[in-house]
C-alpha cells in the first residue's frame, strides 16, 4: 500500500487533476465513493493509489457505461 499526499496528487503529474478538483473530491468524498481510499492523520489527508486509481477506473465506467 503507498499512500500520498494532495501535493503529490497535484504536483506528481500522475493524476490529471487541478488543486480545485481534488478539493471538490475530497470534500464530497462521503458522497461520492472515495472515502475508502482517503485516511485522515491529525489535519492531513492521505490517499492510498491503489484505491484512488480503482476509483477513477469505476468512475469513468459509470459515466460512459
Do not use: C, H
Not at 480545485?20 to 468524498?29: A, E, P, T, V, Y
Request: charged fraction near 30%.
Amino acid at each position: 500500500m503507498k499512500y500520498i499526499t494532495i501535493p503529490e496528487i497535484i504536483e506528481g503529474g500522475n493524476y490529471p487533476f487541478t488543486k480545485g478538483q481534488i478539493r471538490s473530491l475530497l470534500m464530497n468524498r462521503d458522497k461520492n465513493g472515495l472515502s475508502k481510499a482517503v485516511r485522515k492523520i491529525g489535519k492531513r489527508l492521505y490517499v492510498r493509489t491503489d484505491l484512488f486509481d480503482l476509483w477513477i477506473e469505476s468512475y469513468e465506467e459509470r459515466e460512459n457505461g
